[in-house]
């Protein structure tokens, strides 16, 4: 099993931050520690180029990026302060979401232990996306004709809005996002599908929706490949989530998703996405659960 790992830098976040930079490191530590994953598993993907990243990312905002002039406005919609290593490591976070997919293509999934940057636009960043991976990562299939056809699920409780503005209009991508109503983002672009849940909404209503409307969709869309952005902000102790699903209510939900992709035969790469509840322990406990799901179901 294929999983992408780029490079963790110490961005010296303000204290208090809560976004859980941590967790890239302690989850490859703990996936090892476990025998979920051994060290050739990983592999460590090449930088995104330019000329990639403007099939999504519009010159102006690249160039910002480029030369830090990115406005504090600008930065405090994104989340955290931004640094040239950070721009640098989301080059090759988004390069790894492609590289999991041409992986994906040879052994059914790949997982990429960061990604999932869905609020990225092609023109801002926002919601501690700087970069929209999977976006970038479609765009390079599609321009490379490595595929025809792309569904995105998107199970952040957080909705895609990146995702839905960039993709909208583009039959060759599916944009479907199942979310909390009333979390962020406070506008949300229309996905091709979105399925909005009321605050608390437990496993007991959430799993069987997504059960039995995932084969339809896949039916529906015939994919070559699935981006799955597994975040498991859905949980009951996430701090930003507002969902109620427990822990193994989350995992199950990765066993529907890995499940359908396995049982229709076409190729997945999950993302990791958001994850904040208090105790990183639990938070690293979810995120490994997604790869023992997939090695689960295909390995």
Known sequence: MKVAFAPVYKYGLPEGHRFPMEKYEILPEQLLYEGTLEKADFFHPQRLQEEDI??????????????????????????????????????????????CAL?????????NIAGGTHHA???????FCVFN??????????????????????LDVHQGNGNAAIFSGEKRVFTFS???????????????????????TTGSSYLPKLQGLLPRLINRVKPDIIFFQSGVD???????????LSIQECMERDLIVFGEAHRHQIPIVATMGGGYSPRIAQIIDAHANTFRAAKDIFF
């Open 54 to 99: 403007l099939r999504v990312h519009t010159p102006t905002y690249w160039e910002k990026l480029k030369t830090q002039t990115i406005t504090r406005k600008e930065e405090r919609k994104i989340g955290f302060p931004m640094r040239a290593d950070l721009v640098d490591r989301g080059r090759y976070i988004a390069r790894g979401t492609y590289e």
């Open 103 to 111: 992986h994906a293509r040879e052994e059914g999934v790949s997982l």
């Open 121 to 127: 636009f092609s023109d801002h960043g926002e919601g």
């Open 133 to 154: 991976d999977i976006a970038l990562a479609s765009r390079m299939l599609l321009n490379e004709k490595k595929v025809r056809q792309i569904l995105i699920v998107d």
């Open 178 to 200: 199942m979310h909390g109503a009333k979390n962020y983002p406070h506008r949300k672009p229309p996905s091709d599908l979105d399925m909005a849940w009321p605050d608390r």
């Open 234 to 244: 859905v949980l009951e102790a996430d701090k930003l989530g507002r969902l109620s």
